[in-house]
């Protein structure tokens, strides 16, 4: 059974930092690839970065020289780097795999940046 756990958030001041982690079991996360995605109040989710199985990775404009997407594959885990906060980045962080014909979703965690 595929599990995704996240961890890593919290309050932080703007302009401060956070490093997300989410931590596979029950799939190898380096084959897939992997995404971020974020949820603030009453607003769409959002995709925020995704790395791919050959390291390429993509970000939502709203992050773009801001955040890192990275993983470590001996721990299974990929993490989001996240620098510059800003209050508008203030959500529930979810991490994200799609395994066909499945779309597994961690439990999310909270971010958020005070100004």
């Known amino acids: 059974q595929v599990r995704l756990v996240e961890s890593g958030g919290g309050l932080v001041q703007a302009g401060g930092s956070l490093r997300l982690s989410c931590t596979a079991s029950g799939i190898i996360s380096s084959t897939h690839v992997m995404r971020w995605y974020r949820q603030a109040p009453e607003k769409q989710r959002e995709l925020v970065a995704i790395i791919s199985s050959d390291g390429s990775t993509n970000y939502g404009d709203s992050v773009k020289g801001r955040f890192t997407i990275s993983r470590d594959n001996a721990k299974n885990t990929v993490y989001l780097q996240m620098n510059s906060l800003e209050p508008e980045d203030t959500a529930v962080y979810y991490c994200?795999?799609?395994?066909?014909?499945?779309?597994?979703w961690g439990q999310g965690t909270q971010v958020t940046v005070s100004s």
């Open positions: 994200n795999v799609r395994w066909w014909p499945t779309e597994y």
